[in-house]
């Protein structure tokens, strides 16, 4: 951790008064980040390189950034950060390569679980879809030294995603844009915001327009993604 994100650890928790509810941690926190620099492979640790810790706030990606608004969400000092970022971001808080939740479904699939899914809950034209994760389609795997990972996961088609849909999730829900690839469960996450004209996504986008943390109606992200996986925090 550098100096500046110690910094932005103890500006933002300050932002959140102790007895503050779910989303509006949610919104408060991830509201922070909105104008952070994208930043791809921030984090340490692969099937030959040893596993570190790193809360890098000055430039996130999508999944660093929903770990940070999650792990901020569950503590009220810096210390409870690093400790909560650990447990949100490796299964039963073990800093490794083998033991970091490296799909977005983890969250839910993986004990203890961090989030519902509740995808197939807001339509009933969700669909499931056999998959094993870290497999590519077109042979070898994304993540080289971890086993694949079968798994069924649920999505809702864009096309089908209606008023009830939108309706149905809440502000602090994390959605992930679903993959065609067998291999993957999704391409892209973010987090639910339900603002004055309807939910956005707020993600750390790497578009060469924006490549920073930014709001995007929920309604145009559809247009641009098969479907979406839709997970509610426990916390």
């Known amino acids: 951790m550098t100096a500046r994100s110690g910094e932005r650890i103890d500006q933002m928790l300050a932002l959140v ?11 408060r926190l991830s509201r922070a980040f909105l104008g952070t620099p994208y930043g791809a492979d921030t984090l340490v640790g692969s099937a030959t390189e ?3 810790l790193v809360a890098d706030l000055e430039r996130v990606d999508c999944l660093t950034l929903v770990d940070y ?9 810096r210390a409870d ?58 042979g070898g795997v994304y ?3 971890l086993p694949p990972v079968p798994r069924s996961v649920s999505y809702i088609p864009s096309a ?12 602090g829900d994390y959605v992930g844009a ?5 291999g993957l469960d999704v391409t892209h996450v973010g987090i639910v915001v339900i603002g004055p004209d309807g939910p956005v996504l707020r993600n750390a986008s790497s578009l ?15 247009r641009t993604v098969p479907g979406i996986v839709v997970l509610r925090p426990l916390s």
């Open 17 to 27: 008064p102790l007895d503050a509810s779910s989303d509006v941690r949610a919104e």
């Open 178 to 182: 679903y993959a065609d690839d067998g």
């Open 160 to 171: 089908r995603v209606n008023d009830a849909v939108l309706h149905g999730v809440r502000t």
């Open 81 to 138: 950060v690093v400790d909560a970022l650990a447990t949100v971001r490796y299964r039963d808080g073990v800093v490794g390569f083998a033991t970091r939740r490296h799909f977005f479904t983890d969250w839910a699939a993986t004990t203890p679980a961090l989030a519902t899914d509740v995808t197939a809950t807001l339509s009933a034209y969700a669909v499931s879809v056999p998959k094993v994760l870290n497999q590519k389609d077109a």
């Open 208 to 222: 060469d327009t924006d490549e920073r943390v930014v709001d995007t109606p929920l309604s145009s992200y559809l």
């Open 143 to 145: 993540l080289p030294g």
């Open 69 to 77: 608004v999650e792990a901020l969400k569950r503590s009220r000092t």
């Open 50 to 52: 040893p596993e570190r």
